[in-house]
Structures are given as structure tokens and as C-alpha cells.
């Protein structure tokens, strides 16, 4: 449709001139904070399953220009595809990929929202799509939410990041009075940064506001052409009638069951103390039965649990260098220490649920939480 369209050329020319995120191309991750974004950990969250080695498909939609090293490092051996509107984003991504020895992505300019008549994805279906700091900048949310869903294969779920009106509040009251100051460019507007007067409410948000500190990001949040909030009912309809039901809220401070997250959420939004963004896990609704049969399976069969792929790369590190991933689910996580490095080592081939020692469970519990652990209905991989 012809007003979107405008706006989405707007969106492009802005990505095309700030390429975001501004990371030094030599930055990189550590290997076991990427371990939440492991696809083999996630599926066995939601499904119960390990998927076949050769069938691991990611697609980063709106991937920017970061995105696809770490989601390499979380899944060397999967087939990612990483898509982005901006050239600028691509190019750089690519580079990042490559400097740090990752050649598993398959980079590809396209809009999410320009499916009809467009083979960029040659009818690939994926099982995890990462669609992170993206839906808010396309205006016609509900074609991405299509398009997104018609990408995941079945029980395949994906990931978003959308802003909240609450959070996002004073970016955006930021971000209009630079539009009525004809504020347009980063010169301008670095400049009145710049000369923001020590205890004024701009000063307090700048020196709050990592973002800020850096070019592209200071672009992000004043400059943007097209930037929604969102309520958590607002989100949670576009949710509804694009056919997707949220899985598990990731933020920080996330409740782990969802009704109570929502609750949680919903009076926040009422007092108005809201800070975080939305960051949740959704899946399409019609695989709910799978994901309902896998709760079942949990409670009456001997269940079996291995060692996060990514967690496994990272462990014989751990007795020399103490390490503590960082927290990627909401929740402080649980550290590692020499004692837990020799139980988490036992995870390395599968071990039944009922073979655990009862000594062990509550740990074993919390590394299943978060994710270090992953839990399966049976051993097996399949071929
Ligand atoms: C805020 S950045 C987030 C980048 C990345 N997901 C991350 O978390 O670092 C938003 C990205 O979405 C891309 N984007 C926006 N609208 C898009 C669309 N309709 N189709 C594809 N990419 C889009 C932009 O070019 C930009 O790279």
C-alpha cells in the first residue's frame, strides 16, 4: 500500500545511512553467551525433540549488522539465512561474519513486507526465525507477521523484540520535539546533545541511555523515520490475528509462566513502570499440541536431558577461566564453578531424568531453566 511503501523507502534510506549496531568489526562474543540462541536447546524447550543434524534452518529477519556472527556462534553447523532491507547492514554483517570465521550465513537483501511475487526465500521454511528490534520499524506490521509465520516450518517458533509505549516513553517525546525543531541530521543533532545543560530531562536521558552513546544509535532513537510503541494488548493483537501465541518472555525480570508475565506486565503498564521492552518467544498457534503433548510426555515419562550444545563448547574452559554467561532469559543465571563444571560434565551423553542423584536435582533444575541443560523425550538424534 502506498502510504507504507513511503514510509518503508524512509526506513531503508535510514539503515542505508546509520548502519546499526556500530560495533567495531574486531568486537566479538564469548562463546557461551550465545547459548540462547542455540536452536537445538530451543527446540527441546518447546518440542521435546533434537532436530536432525542437516535440518537446522535460522532466519534473521532484519538481521542488521551485527546479528548473524553471534547467531553463528550459537549454531556453526545450521544453515542461516540472514535478510535485511539495507545494503549498508548487509555488507557489514557479511564482514563481521567473515573476519571472525563464520561462513555458514546466506546474506540476502529483501522486505520482510515484499513477499508477493518475490523469490528471495525460495519457499525455505525455517525453524527459528530471530526477528529482534524489527516489527516496530515496519508499518505494515500485520504483512511482516504474515509473511514471518508462512516462513516457519512446523513446531518452529520465533523471536521478537518490540518496543513498549511505557519504556519507550521519553525517546519518543524526544524524538517528536526533534521533528518540530527540524532536527534532522546526526550533525544537528549531535550538536544539541552536546550542549544539553547538566540536570535537564535530555542530559538525564542521554547519560542514561547506552544507545546514545554512539552514532548510529543516537540516529535510532531521534532520527527514525518510523518508530511504534506498543502496548502489551496492542502487541498481543497483532499477535492473535497474525496466528502466533507467545511461548515465554524473555526480558528482564520476566515471570516464567505467561499468564502471570501478562499480569505482571499489564499493571506495570497501569502504574506506569514499565521499563523494559517487549522480548518473548512466539510460536504458531496451531502447533499448541505439540508443545501441549511435550508437557505431558514431561510428567509421566523418564525424560532425558544433555548439555547445551554451546555450553558443552565452552566447558573445558571453565575450571581456568571462571566464567558466568551472561544473563540472555531475563534471570540472573546460575554460576559454574568447578564443583558444577564436574556435573555439568555428566550432561555430555544423555543421562535419564531418574538416573539423577537426588542431591543434584535442584541444581540440574536450574541449569534446565536456563538453559544450559536441555531436556528430550528421548536420547536419540535423529539421522
Ligand atoms: C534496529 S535494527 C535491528 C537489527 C538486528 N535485528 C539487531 O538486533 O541487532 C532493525 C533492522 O531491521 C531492518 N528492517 C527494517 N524493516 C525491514 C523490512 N521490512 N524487511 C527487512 N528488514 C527490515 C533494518 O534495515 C535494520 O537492519
Given at each position: 500500500m502506498e502510504p507504507f511503501r513511503s514510509l518503508q523507502d524512509a526506513v531503508k534510506a535510514h539503515y542505508e545511512r546509520h548502519v546499526y549496531p556500530q560495533f567495531p568489526l574486531w568486537a566479538s562474543v564469548r562463546t557461551c553467551d550465545a547459548y540462547a540462541l542455540n536452536l537445538d536447546a530451543l527446540w527441546a524447550r518447546f518440542n521435546g525433540e533434537r532436530l536432525p543434524q542437516k535440518e537446522r534452518k535460522i532466519l534473521l529477519a532484519g538481521c542488521g549488522s551485527f546479528s548473524p556472527y553471534p547467531a553463528a556462534v550459537a549454531n556453526p553447523e545450521a544453515q542461516i539465512t540472514a535478510l535485511d532491507l539495507s545494503e549498508a547492514n548487509l555488507r557489514r554483517a557479511t564482514l563481521h561474519s567473515w573476519i571472525h570465521g563464520y561462513f555458514n550465513v546466506n546474506f540476502i537483501r529483501g522486505d520482510i513486507t515484499q513477499t508477493a511475487g518475490s523469490d528471495f526465500l525460495k519457499d525455505q521454511r525455517f525453524h527459528f526465525i530471530d526477528c529482534y528490534g524489527v516489527l516496530h520499524h515496519i508499518p505494515d506490521v500485520i504483512t511482516a507477521l504474515n509473511a514471518l509465520h508462512s516462513w516457519l516450518n512446523p513446531a518452529g517458533f520465533m523471536r521478537i523484540m518490540v518496543y513498549s509505549q511505557s519504556a519507550r516513553r521519553s525517546a519518543q517525546s524526544i524524538r517528536t520535539a526533534m521533528r518540530m525543531l527540524g532536527v534532522h541530521t546526526l550533525r544537528e543533532l549531535k550538536q544539541l546533545c552536546r550542549n544539553a545543560p547538566t540536570g535537564s530531562r535530555f542530559r538525564d536521558y542521554l547519560d542514561a541511555t547506552p544507545e546514545a552513546d554512539f552514532d548510529s544509535g543516537l540516529a535510532?532513537?531521534?532520527?527514525?523515520?518510523?518508530?511504534?510503541?506498543?502496548?502489551?494488548?496492542?502487541?498481543?493483537?497483532?499477535?492473535?490475528?497474525?496466528?502466533?501465541?507467545?511461548?515465554?518472555?524473555?526480558?528482564?525480570?520476566?515471570l516464567p509462566e505467561i499468564t502471570s508475565e501478562i499480569a505482571r506486565l499489564k499493571k506495570l503498564e497501569k502504574s506506569n513502570e514499565l521499563r523494559s521492552n517487549f522480548i518473548l518467544l512466539v510460536g504458531r498457534k496451531q502447533d499448541t499440541k505439540i508443545r501441549i503433548e511435550w508437557q505431558k510426555i514431561k510428567n509421566r515419562q523418564d525424560t532425558v536431558i544433555t548439555l547445551n550444545p554451546v555450553i558443552q563448547r565452552s566447558l573445558p574452559w571453565l575450571p581456568?577461566?571462571?566464567?558466568?554467561?551472561?544473563?540472555?532469559?531475563?534471570?540472573?543465571?546460575?554460576?559454574?564453578?568447578?564443583?558444577?563444571?564436574?556435573?555439568?560434565?555428566?550432561?555430555?551423553?544423555?543421562?535419564?531424568?531418574?538416573?539423577?542423584?537426588?542431591?543434584?536435582?535442584?541444581?540440574v533444575e536450574q541449569y534446565l531453566q536456563a538453559l544450559f541443560l536441555i531436556e528430550t523425550s528421548r536420547p536419540n538424534l535423529s539421522p
Amino acid at each position: 500500500m502506498e502510504p507504507f511503501r513511503s514510509l518503508q523507502d524512509a526506513v531503508k534510506a535510514h539503515y542505508e545511512r546509520h548502519v546499526y549496531p556500530q560495533f567495531p568489526l574486531w568486537a566479538s562474543v564469548r562463546t557461551c553467551d550465545a547459548y540462547a540462541l542455540n536452536l537445538d536447546a530451543l527446540w527441546a524447550r518447546f518440542n521435546g525433540e533434537r532436530l536432525p543434524q542437516k535440518e537446522r534452518k535460522i532466519l534473521l529477519a532484519g538481521c542488521g549488522s551485527f546479528s548473524p556472527y553471534p547467531a553463528a556462534v550459537a549454531n556453526p553447523e545450521a544453515q542461516i539465512t540472514a535478510l535485511d532491507l539495507s545494503e549498508a547492514n548487509l555488507r557489514r554483517a557479511t564482514l563481521h561474519s567473515w573476519i571472525h570465521g563464520y561462513f555458514n550465513v546466506n546474506f540476502i537483501r529483501g522486505d520482510i513486507t515484499q513477499t508477493a511475487g518475490s523469490d528471495f526465500l525460495k519457499d525455505q521454511r525455517f525453524h527459528f526465525i530471530d526477528c529482534y528490534g524489527v516489527l516496530h520499524h515496519i508499518p505494515d506490521v500485520i504483512t511482516a507477521l504474515n509473511a514471518l509465520h508462512s516462513w516457519l516450518n512446523p513446531a518452529g517458533f520465533m523471536r521478537i523484540m518490540v518496543y513498549s509505549q511505557s519504556a519507550r516513553r521519553s525517546a519518543q517525546s524526544i524524538r517528536t520535539a526533534m521533528r518540530m525543531l527540524g532536527v534532522h541530521t546526526l550533525r544537528e543533532l549531535k550538536q544539541l546533545c552536546r550542549n544539553a545543560p547538566t540536570g535537564s530531562r535530555f542530559r538525564d536521558y542521554l547519560d542514561a541511555t547506552p544507545e546514545a552513546d554512539f552514532d548510529s544509535g543516537l540516529a535510532d532513537l531521534f532520527l527514525h523515520p518510523y518508530a511504534k510503541t506498543y502496548t502489551l494488548e496492542a502487541l498481543l493483537k497483532i499477535l492473535e490475528i497474525t496466528g502466533f501465541e507467545p511461548l515465554q518472555f524473555i526480558h528482564w525480570g520476566a515471570l516464567p509462566e505467561i499468564t502471570s508475565e501478562i499480569a505482571r506486565l499489564k499493571k506495570l503498564e497501569k502504574s506506569n513502570e514499565l521499563r523494559s521492552n517487549f522480548i518473548l518467544l512466539v510460536g504458531r498457534k496451531q502447533d499448541t499440541k505439540i508443545r501441549i503433548e511435550w508437557q505431558k510426555i514431561k510428567n509421566r515419562q523418564d525424560t532425558v536431558i544433555t548439555l547445551n550444545p554451546v555450553i558443552q563448547r565452552s566447558l573445558p574452559w571453565l575450571p581456568f577461566i571462571p566464567l558466568k554467561p551472561e544473563p540472555k532469559l531475563g534471570f540472573v543465571n546460575p554460576s559454574i564453578n568447578d564443583q558444577d563444571k564436574r556435573l555439568l560434565s555428566r550432561f555430555r551423553t544423555p543421562v535419564r531424568q531418574t538416573a539423577i542423584k537426588p542431591a543434584d536435582r535442584d541444581r540440574v533444575e536450574q541449569y534446565l531453566q536456563a538453559l544450559f541443560l536441555i531436556e528430550t523425550s528421548r536420547p536419540n538424534l535423529s539421522p
